[in-house]
């Protein structure tokens, strides 16, 4: 799917893309909280950002190897095959080191609905945020 600058972000927030989560993606800025993290990284899923996925993912997440032209391809493959509907907030629980947000992502392959809500862990890692992992709880 073609995606414009000049799109409603994917995060939901009813801004230009270019005006919200562009700037994390650039790394002209970085999130400064673990909720403006999350929404990062959906809206990089739904325009195909891998480079912004490996960045803010913790080395002890599951999904972390050293291999990133594999993981790369990876997200790419997934991200090129899926539509990201939307994002909705159901819970942040906010803190200095370490948060938590709950979350549903409305999104479609190819026919299916792979929806599912899930309840990630953050942590700050030299005043940057990285996703370490996640709960399914649908």
Not at 113 to 120: N, Q, R, T
């Amino acid at each position: 799917m073609k995606f414009s600058v000049n799109d409603f972000c994917p995060c939901g927030s009813l801004k230009k893309y270019k005006k919200c989560c562009k700037l994390f993606h650039d790394k002209i800025t970085f999130p400064k909280t673990a909720l403006e993290l999350m929404k990062s990284r959906f809206s990089a899923f739904a325009v195909s950002n891998s480079d912004y996925i490996i960045f803010t993912t913790h080395e002890n997440n599951p999904d972390f190897t050293i291999d990133i032209k594999s993981w790369s391809k990876d997200i790419l493959n997934f991200s090129n095959n899926t539509e990201f509907k939307k994002l909705e907030i159901l819970e942040f629980i906010d803190d200095e080191i370490e948060s938590f947000v709950t979350f549903k992502a409305t999104l479609i392959q190819g026919k299916e609905d792979i929806s599912f809500i899930e309840k990630s862990r953050f942590l700050k890692v030299e005043g940057i945020w990285k996703y370490v992992d996640g709960n399914f709880l649908n």
